[in-house]
């Protein structure tokens, strides 16, 4: 399993990293400086408006899905035709509630118009999430990578040709970011049930409103957790947005930060989606999880934590790089939310293993109690701080939800053996904030600076062990 799982793990970062980097750095930062803070803001904050109410499409179906495909692969069979009833009268039910919603926002003509749009998205995205749940639960892992990686892909291709292909006479307008993605989504979706069809041996689809009843009550405590994560992490750009009176053009500066801290944050993310099916069957096999869970620790943890302690030290240069039109004060909300990558880092191990030992109603208190202070500090905050205020609630929510998680784990699971691992992270951290303080000092250039950072970070990681390239590659070359 462990030899399965470093090959999974390296190719799915190897391709997301060229891929979603490419997406992030080249295709979406492009469409926000040519389409401009204010109209970028207008998209980001109804784009995050439609994310809110995404627990109406999903119920927590596919973590459940997920959870009990890995454990039995023959269940996919029993579940899918009832799942798929379920999820397209959820959409209906998302629909009228998100346009109610909107509605009493007081939200205009224009904004309806493309939320419409942007929910369609949401639906088709949702639908994908459970037929790839179907497929990483039987162990299809490298399927599994390359579709989640698929429509990006293809935005790549669409996007490109809007921008710079030459193929419209009017300049580029933010409603085509948006078909470009529908289209994406969709083309993905519809392969994704193609393969779950033909490896599930789906011959039919069957109905049963005893297993409908079962499988909606079973995901609730799997929907709370997706609601409260959601809310936490998408309610601050709605909230600039409606809060403060210039509030589109502070959603875009917001935007500004959060990119790049979406984009890292991506990679603890799919780190979580491969680990549930891993850790769902080695629970229900009776197996030490530990030996996973410290080769996740390394290969996720360590690399993200010489980035971060790089990344904070040349906030301004790094988005003087990226935008046309840095706004000053995106320096300190970046800052804040690069470090906020290292408790997203642990709550997608540590959650992880929650989830997948049934430990469902504990993690929803965590998280909601999370939500509960994310909003009540974004209140306080934003009137304020404006977007720093955005970004030091989220840094606060995240570590929250970091150290409640591990505290859990070590009570409910398995004993944590943590001390010497923390001080020799703290370690590398601070040798590495060093080396760049020590380079801004002497004017060097950034990109020398940096480089140097990452360098001395890895001589460190590799003198302790954090890292153990020479092991893993003994493993995957390992005949199975």
Same mark, same amino acid.
């Given at each position: 399993m462990k030899r399965k799982f470093i090959i999974n793990i390296v190719f799915l970062v190897g391709i997301s990293i060229i891929v979603k980097a490419f997406w992030v750095l080249g295709i979406d930062r492009s469409v926000q400086n040519i389409a401009g803070e204010e109209e970028y803001g207008f998209y980001f904050s109804l784009f995050s408006f439609s994310v809110l109410f995404t627990l109406l499409l999903d119920l927590g179906i596919a973590g459940f899905n997920n959870r009990a495909v890995s454990s039995d692969p023959s269940k996919v069979r029993l579940y899918f035709g009832n799942i798929l009833v379920i999820r397209l009268s959820a959409a209906v039910v998302y629909f009228i509630f998100t346009l109610l919603a909107a509605w009493i926002m007081n939200y205009s003509g224009r904004q309806i118009s493309l939320l419409v749009i942007l929910m369609l998205n949401q639906i088709i995205a949702s639908v994908t999430a459970w037929l790839r749940s179907n497929i990483s639960g039987m162990q299809h892992f490298f399927i599994d990578s390359l579709l989640s990686v698929a429509d990006r892909l293809v935005m790549i291709i669409l996007c490109s040709l809007l921008l710079w292909g030459g193929v419209t006479s009017t300049p580029f307008r933010i409603e085509w970011f948006v078909y470009s993605q529908t289209a994406a989504y969709l083309f993905v979706m519809l392969i994704s049930f193609a393969i779950v069809v033909k490896i599930g041996h789906i011959g039919g689809l069957n109905f049963s409103a005893r297993v409908m009843s079962d499988i909606i009550k079973a995901g609730i405590p799997f929907a709370l957790v997706a609601l409260f994560m959601t809310l936490y992490w998408r309610m601050d750009s709605v909230m600039l947005e409606r809060m403060l009176s210039d509030g589109k053009m502070q959603a875009g500066a917001y935007a500004q930060s959060f990119r790049l801290f979406d984009a890292c944050a991506m990679i603890p993310v799919m780190f979580g989606g491969m680990l549930l099916p891993v850790f769902s069957r080695e629970i229900s096999s009776d197996h030490d999880l530990k030996p996973i869970v410290s080769i996740a620790s390394k290969m996720l943890i360590t690399p993200l934590g010489i980035i971060v302690a790089a990344l904070v030290v040349w906030p301004g240069e790094i988005l003087d790089l990226l935008y046309t039109s840095p706004v000053e004060d995106s320096v300190n909300s970046f800052r804040l939310l690069m470090i906020a990558i290292l408790p997203v880092s642990l709550i997608y191990i540590y959650s992880t293993i929650l989830t997948a030992g049934g430990k469902m109603t504990l993690l929803a208190a965590i998280t909601g109690t999370a939500m509960v202070i994310n909003f009540g500090m974004n209140v306080l905050?934003?009137? !304020?701080?404006?977007?720093t205020g955005s970004a030091i609630s989220a840094l606060v929510t995240q570590s929250i939800v970091a150290v409640s998680c591990l505290i859990i784990v070590n009570r409910k699971m398995f004993r944590l053996k943590m001390a010497r691992r923390t001080l020799l992270f703290m370690g590398m951290l601070l040798v590495t904030l060093?080396?760049? =303080?020590?380079? !801004?000092? =002497? +004017?060097?250039?950034?990109?020398?600076? $940096?480089? =140097?950072?990452?360098?001395?970070? $890895?001589?460190?990681?590799?003198?302790? !062990? $954090?890292? +153990?390239?020479?092991?893993?590659? !003994?493993?995957?070359s390992e005949k199975p």
């Open positions: 905050l934003i009137p !304020r701080l404006n977007i060093l080396t760049g =303080l020590i380079c !801004r000092i =002497l +004017e060097s250039s950034w990109v020398l600076g $940096m480089a =140097l950072q990452i360098g001395v970070g $890895m001589i460190w990681a590799l003198c302790f !062990r $954090m890292v +153990e390239p020479l092991k893993a590659i !003994r493993l995957i």
